[in-house]
């Protein structure tokens, strides 16, 4: 089983890879990390939103979906450790989506197992997947029972 991360946009900007590779240098299956880039759509708005969300869900099959949105639900790191643990429990590998500059639409949404807050704030693209490494770094060490993460 797998962790693999949907992303609308380029690749990781280079303020962003070295922070990234210190959490994945670290990261043990099923844990692991893989990154997938969604090209952004030449269009605006909806119809941007429309293509990109279209793009996303072809990439899905039956993986457990996590979609990241400020709008979600917001879970401590515990939780998280849960929430992707028990899908690979089961043997089902778990996609996390983070959308484009417009978000994604109504179909992913509904396609998500679960809608995932890392705050209420709105944070630039590049800084969630930052955020997400170490929050995923962080969720192996709890199910792990290691000391990385304070009570």
Do not use: C
């Not at 293509?51 to 990439?59: A, D, F, N, V």
């Not at 089961?90 to 989506?97: A, D, M, P, Q």
């Not at 179909?107 to 197992?113: F, G, K, L, T």
């Amino acid at each position: 089983m797998a962790l693999r991360v949907l992303m609308v946009g380029r690749k990781h900007e280079d303020w962003v890879v070295d922070g990234i590779r210190r959490y994945e240098k670290r990261l043990k299956k099923p844990f692991d990390l893989s990154w997938v880039s969604i090209p952004h759509s030449a269009r605006e708005n909806d119809a941007a939103r429309r293509e990109e969300s279209e793009r996303l869900l072809g990439k899905l099959g039956s993986d457990y979906v996590i979609l990241l949105d400020e709008r979600g639900k917001a879970i401590t790191s515990p939780q998280l450790s849960k929430t992707l643990q028990k899908p690979l429990d089961n043997s089902r590998n778990v996609t996390l989506i983070i959308g484009g500059a417009y978000g994604v639409d109504q179909s992913v949404h509904d396609r998500a197992d679960f809608v995932w807050s890392l705050s209420p704030l709105v944070f630039p693209h590049q800084l969630v997947r930052l955020i997400l490494a170490e929050q995923v770094y962080r969720a192996q060490e709890i199910a792990a029972g290691r000391p990385y993460h304070h009570e």
